[in-house]
């Protein structure tokens, strides 16, 4: 057997780990220099702390796209987003009901909505008339990074009303030397993970005879979610609501936006008119999270309701698995 398949195959998990211990410690070592340099909790809880927990996505993607894994790189956002509402969300409402803001209801969930839609009209060039061929233009992503600024911009304005963001900032506790040593630690472990990450996972798809989408809608998007689930269900835990759904809502903005627009700068991403049921499942995802709200306790996401996202959640990937054997047969 190939030495290197069998590294590829071992190196796998550990690099979810690698992925995650590197985000948690390039926040806290970036946070702490931060509030060294006395930069304000706000502008620390807007930049470092809100894209560490979507750094292992963004860490995969970038892989992804430098290694021509378009599958991968565009799976592993829309299947972080679908976990996101349908299974990271459910949970959390099952340990407790999760109360949504009016802002979040009426702006924040459905921008998230809107991420969904564009992604869906950017990557079918063809059914369209724009192209000969579907993909996700550098154009499409400098739209997508566009985008973004103006939900930063929204958050940024908020942030400043409510002071939010506070709680999540951790208190001034290492040296000048030390933040700096976990800063460094932290990007060496990111993409040292991603790339285990991306190898792996290819690997695992051509051994099994599974498409790349699917092990990046699956194993790929569940692994690079589990900061947003560790935060989201501690909120629940802690009856912090905000930043249970916050965390969730934005964490998609943010993948769709932010990190699929990177990846499709480094690379325009060939797009499979197959993958358009994950398209539309992230969006209905949104819609389901939506009018869940107006549902028996307004505005709130119950533990009932919490139960249905996550077997919906079960059904979309055993018919996603269904549509590959068909693939396969």
């Known amino acids: 057997m190939d030495i290197s398949l069998v590294i590829d195959y071992l190196l796998f998990l550990p690099g979810f780990y690698l992925l995650i211990k590197g985000a948690d410690i390039l926040v806290e070592g970036a946070s702490s220099l931060a509030k060294r340099l006395k930069i304000s909790d706000l502008v620390i809880g807007l930049t470092i702390v809100a894209f560490g927990t979507s750094a292992p996505e963004l860490a995969v993607n970038i892989s992804a796209s430098y290694k021509g894994q378009t599958d991968i790189a565009i799976s592993n956002v829309l299947g972080s987003n679908i976990a996101n509402i349908l299974l990271i969300l459910g949970v959390s409402s099952i340990i407790r009901n999760v109360t949504v803001k009016e802002n979040t209801v009426w702006k924040e969930i459905p921008f998230s909505l809107l991420a969904a839609i564009i992604v869906f ?30 939900f930063l911009y929204y958050i940024f304005s ?16 290492l ?22 990450v991306v190898s792996g996972a290819v690997r695992v798809a051509k051994f099994f005879g599974i498409s790349e989408a ?10 690079t979610s589990l900061p947003e689930m560790a935060t989201s269900v501690v909120a629940a835990y802690k009856k912090n609501s905000d930043i249970s759904i916050g965390n969730v809502v934005g964490s998609n903005i943010f993948n769709v936006f932010f990190i699929l627009g990177v990846s499709a700068l480094i690379r325009p991403l060939e797009f499979s008119t197959k993958n358009n049921v994950d398209v539309v499942m992230t969006v209905l995802a949104s819609l389901i999270l939506f009018f869940s709200l107006f549902v028996g306790k307004k505005h709130e996401v119950e533990r009932s309701q919490g139960i249905l996202f996550i077997l919906i959640y079960i059904i979309y990937l055993i018919f996603r698995a269904y549509i590959d054997l068909q693939n396969i047969l």
């Open 121 to 150: 009209l950017q990557a079918n060039d063809v059914f369209f008339g724009a192209d000969t061929k579907n993909q996700i233009s550098r154009n499409d992503g400098l739209e997508m990074l566009a985008f973004f600024i103006i």
């Open 214 to 223: 699917y092990i990046g809608l699956t194993i790929v998007a569940i692994g």
């Open 158 to 173: 908020i942030a400043k009303e409510e002071n939010i963001f506070e709680d999540e900032i951790p208190k001034l506790q």
């Open 175 to 196: 040296s000048l030397g030390k933040s700096i040593i976990y800063i460094i630690i932290g990007l060496i472990l990111l993409p040292l993970g991603s790339d285990w």
